[in-house]
C-alpha cells in the first residue's frame, strides 16, 4: 500500500500568518491526491482534488500544489495564507493513485 | 440536497459485532460508490474498503479489514451497510461514509455523513 507521510505533525500559527503542510507519498502517485480539513465532532470536508484544483466553495486561501522536481507526483504541498480563526483544524492529505486510498497521518493546526 | 444520513452511537462488548447504516438521498444512489473511513480517539482518519452499489454490489477492503468487515446495499432504500465482526477496544472509533465527486471509485469524497460514533467496551 501506498504511504503518505504528512509534516510537520502539529503546527502553531497565528491570526494573519502564512502555513505550509507538506505530504510525501512512498512512490509515485501523480495527481492523485486530495487535502482534507476535518474538525471535531465534524465530518472531514474536501478541500483540494487533483493535488492543485480548489473545491467548489473553499476559499482561495488554500492552495494545493505538487513540489517541483519531484519524481512522478511524490510531494505535495498544501498552504494557507492569511490564516483565519476558522482555520484552526486538523488536515490530511489522502492518495487515489491505487487502493486502498489511504491518508497521511495528519498535521493538527493550532493557534499560537 | 445530497446527503448521507447515519445510524446512531453504538456500544458493544469485545468479540461482538457492530451494523452501521448509511442511507444516501438526493442523487441516483447506484451511481456513487460508497466508501468507509474511521477515525479512532486521538488518531488520523484510516479508509477501511468501499462498495459500487451498481450491478452486483462489488467490494473493496483494506487488507487490515479483511475478512472481518462487510459491506452491502440495499437499493431499494438507497442504503449501504457496514458489518465489523469480532470487536476489540481497538475498534472503538467514529465510522464515516462517504461519496466521491464522481461515479469513479478512486475520487475524493466530496459528501460525508456525520459520522457514527461506536464504542466497544466490556
Known amino acids: 500500500a501506498i504511504q503518505l507521510t504528512q509534516s510537520p505533525s502539529s503546527l502553531s500559527a497565528s491570526v494573519g500568518d502564512r502555513v505550509t503542510i507538506t505530504c510525501r507519498a512512498s512512490q509515485g502517485i501523480g495527481t492523485a491526491l486530495a487535502w482534507y480539513q476535518h474538525k471535531p465532532g465534524k465530518a472531514p470536508q474536501l478541500l483540494i482534488f487533483?493535488?492543485?484544483?480548489?473545491?467548489?466553495?473553499v476559499s482561495s486561501r488554500f492552495r494545493g500544489s505538487g513540489v517541483s522536481g519531484s519524481a512522478s507526483g511524490t510531494d505535495f504541498r498544501l498552504t494557507i495564507t492569511s490564516l483565519q480563526p476558522e482555520d484552526f483544524a486538523s488536515y490530511y492529505c489522502?492518495?487515489?493513485?491505487?487502493?486502498?486510498?489511504?491518508f497521511g497521518q495528519g498535521t493538527k493546526l493550532e493557534i499560537k | 440536497q445530497v446527503q448521507l444520513v447515519q445510524s446512531g452511537a453504538e456500544v458493544r462488548r469485545p468479540g461482538a459485532s457492530v451494523k452501521i447504516s448509511c442511507k444516501a438521498s438526493g442523487y441516483t444512489f447506484i451511481d456513487y460508490y460508497i466508501h468507509w473511513v474511521r477515525q479512532a480517539p486521538g488518531q488520523g482518519l484510516e479508509w477501511m474498503g468501499m462498495?459500487?452499489?451498481?450491478?452486483?454490489?462489488?467490494?473493496t477492503y483494506a487488507q487490515k479489514f479483511q475478512g472481518r468487515v462487510t459491506v452491502t446495499r440495499e437499493t431499494s432504500t438507497a442504503t449501504v451497510y457496514m458489518d465489523v465482526g469480532s470487536l476489540t477496544s481497538g475498534d472503538t472509533a467514529v465510522y464515516y461514509c462517504?461519496?466521491?465527486?464522481?461515479?469513479?471509485?478512486?475520487?475524493?469524497?466530496?459528501?460525508w455523513g456525520p459520522g457514527t460514533l461506536v464504542t466497544v467496551s466490556s
Open positions: 462498495i459500487n452499489p451498481k450491478g452486483g454490489g462489488s467490494t
Open positions: 487533483d493535488a492543485s484544483t480548489l473545491q467548489g466553495g
Open positions: 462517504a461519496r466521491p465527486k464522481s461515479g469513479y471509485a478512486n475520487d475524493p469524497f466530496d459528501i
Open positions: 489522502q492518495q487515489f493513485h491505487e487502493s486502498p486510498y489511504t
